[in-house]
């Protein structure tokens, strides 16, 4: 396979600089979704269309009805930028996070298309983000009526992720406050920034991170609001019970900076989810082997928040990643060339290994 993919080599790098040069932010994501469906139909992929939320879909009907979904995400979270392609690597903002799975996606449509016909139908989908309250893929999942046997999630740069479940997560906002307003404006500040930047210290600390999952966001982004400075930090844990007692260890971190230093500090738990789990492994076996096949080893971080919506539906579903590259969501992002044809080698052989399965 990996011969016959790079005897159209400059095809298929072509397929990709196109797409990574299309804008698709969360919520707009309608260009980009135009293209993916006609480069699906240049692929003879059937019953293509976009549904009312945005939705890209497309369809390789099966000897039966029993139906694998395989699907990527639309959005990009960087405008694009000057594309660079070299011997080893093809570089631009988004080009292996985002346009690389939707590449992977088109490509495997036209290689099924190619083949005799596969026992399952495979429903291949570009999930917008959408401006509304919930994702594209709850609307899919809401209004598609037939049964699914298994859903693939294809993430990019990210070689050797896999995922069967999502973690329990506790979203936390930590308001720092300036206490003592009698006192120089600066001296404040500096209170303020000093505790802040003690806070992310212990968290970070490594008796605690090899235990528990803690993360700082925006740590250069701390908004403010008023009087008040705003640190985000995500909590996540295998189960419930790892995250409350995270939650548990990050408010005694909280009282003891206070403590210390005399700032006013509150913490509010913004989001809570218990986490999704599969009750069934049949795609994560078979890639599981795959990854071993090619020498790799298995990782989790258990925070793919868009498989959690089939999970919960009891759809046998995974999170795969694919692709190996570096300087993620920066404007100098690159994927390797060469980890282009592994990864679509391993979604590939995979699909038909599930196909083959009862």
Excluded: W
Excluded at 89 to 104: C, N
Excluded at 110 to 126: A, F, G, H, R, W
Excluded at 336 to 348: R, T
């Amino acid at each position: 396979m990996k011969e016959k993919l790079s005897e159209n080599e400059e095809e298929i790098l072509q397929k990709l600089i196109e797409i990574s040069s299309i804008p698709s932010n969360s919520g707009d994501e309608i260009i980009k979704g135009r293209y993916m469906q006609k480069l699906f139909y240049e692929y003879g992929i059937k019953n293509v269309h976009i549904d009312p939320f945005g939705n890209v879909i497309g369809e390789i009907k099966g000897e039966s009805d029993e139906k694998l979904v395989v699907f990527a995400d639309l959005d990009s979270n960087l405008p694009p930028s000057k594309l660079r392609v070299t011997m080893r690597d093809i570089s631009g903002s988004g080009v292996g996070t985002s346009s690389y799975p939707l590449f992977v996606l088109a490509q495997i449509g036209k290689m099924i298309v190619s083949e005799k016909k596969l026992k399952k139908t495979i429903v291949l989908v570009c999930f917008s983000e959408g401006k509304r309250n919930h994702t594209g893929i709850k609307f899919f999942l809401e209004n598609f009526s037939e049964k699914i046997e298994g859903m693939i999630y294809l993430k990019g740069l990210e070689e050797g992720r896999l995922e069967k479940s999502t973690s329990a997560y506790i979203s936390v906002n930590i308001y720092f406050k300036e206490k003592d307003l009698e006192r120089v404006r600066e001296d404040n500040k500096n209170r303020i920034f000093y505790s802040i930047s003690k806070l992310i210290g212990r968290i970070k600390e490594e008796d605690i991170v090899e235990i528990f999952n803690f993360r700082v966001e925006d740590i250069e982004k701390i908004r403010k609001e008023s009087e008040k400075y705003i640190v985000k930090v995500g909590i996540s844990s295998a189960n419930s019970e790892g995250a409350e007692e995270g939650l548990k260890i990050l408010k005694e971190i909280v009282e003891g900076i206070k403590a210390e230093e005399g700032v006013s500090v509150d913490l509010h738990q913004e989001f809570y989810s218990n986490g999704s789990y599969s009750s069934k492994e049949r795609l994560y076996n078979i890639y599981a082997d795959q990854l071993r096949e090619n020498d790799q080893k298995v990782y989790c971080v258990y925070e793919s928040s868009e498989i959690s919506v089939p999970l919960n539906k009891n759809i046998d579903t995974i999170c795969f990643g694919i692709g190996r590259g570096g300087n993620l969501n920066r404007e100098n992002e690159y994927l390797e060339i060469k980890s282009i044809y592994k990864g679509l080698e391993m979604v590939y052989k995979g699909i038909l290994q599930f196909d083959k399965e009862d």
